[in-house]
């Protein structure tokens, strides 16, 4: 529920709408890749592609919205800013609070280890850990769902040795993915799949055989 979002922001980041209207967050698992994004590359080869996978989802999330013909659906997208430069909505909050994967941050750590140090938090999926990423936000304005009960994400990197672990690796040694790995996951990126990635964003349309 929007309310359940909304509570724990301060009122700049709100998401205006009623306190009990519906909404889902959009994950990408790591097939996503090989099952969504080279056949979407693929099929739009002659057209414009900026960023490949923010147009994929686009595309993916526009076939969500054409199956509800009759409902009002709005969609936001993670990489979506207000002309203020705030991001439309905040993707790790609305993760957490939809339960869909645990938001640590700072705050989930007792005894504090980085002093004056800025320290940013990392989602965790309890199946695949830091392999996935938070894509969308879709809002049902005419369904509201008072009687919807909240479920607390999965706490699955539980010990205070583990959080700082993550949350070191995540701030300081992020491009070698180590944090992804803090729990046993399921299912992991390509290799293909984390060289695209790890790839700056203008190089990446010779990895998919495109021109930019």
């Known amino acids: 529920k929007v309310g359940w979002y909304n509570a724990v922001l301060q009122p700049a980041f709100h998401l205006s709408y009623p306190d009990d209207t519906l909404a889902f967050v959009v994950l990408s698992t790591p097939s996503m890749f090989d099952k969504a994004l080279k056949p979407f590359v693929k099929k739009e080869r002659l057209k414009i592609i900026r960023d490949p996978v923010d147009q ?3 595309y993916h999330l526009s076939r969500v919205k054409e199956r509800f013909p009759d409902q009002r659906m709005d969609v936001m997208f993670d990489y979506e800013m207000l002309p203020s430069r705030k991001p439309k909505f905040l993707a790790q909050t609305a993760a957490h609070v939809a339960g869909a994967a645990y938001y640590y941050q700072r705050k989930d750590v007792k005894l504090d280890p980085w002093g004056k140090k800025k320290i940013f938090g990392v989602c ?5 850990g830091g392999w996935f990423a938070i894509r969308g936000l879709l809002l049902f304005p005419d369904i509201q769902v008072p009687f ?13 040795e583990k959080r700082i672990e993550l949350l070191e690796q995540f701030n300081f040694h992020w491009q070698d993915c180590r944090y992804r790995d803090i729990i046993e996951v399921k299912e992991r ?3 293909e799949q984390k060289a695209y990635f790890a790839t700056p964003p203008a190089e990446r349309f010779r990895l998919l055989g495109l021109s930019q």
């Open 56 to 58: 994929c989802v686009s």
């Open 124 to 128: 965790i999926h309890p199946k695949y």
């Open 148 to 160: 919807l009960e909240q479920r607390a994400p999965v706490d699955c990197v539980s010990t205070e």
């Open 189 to 191: 990126y390509s290799e």
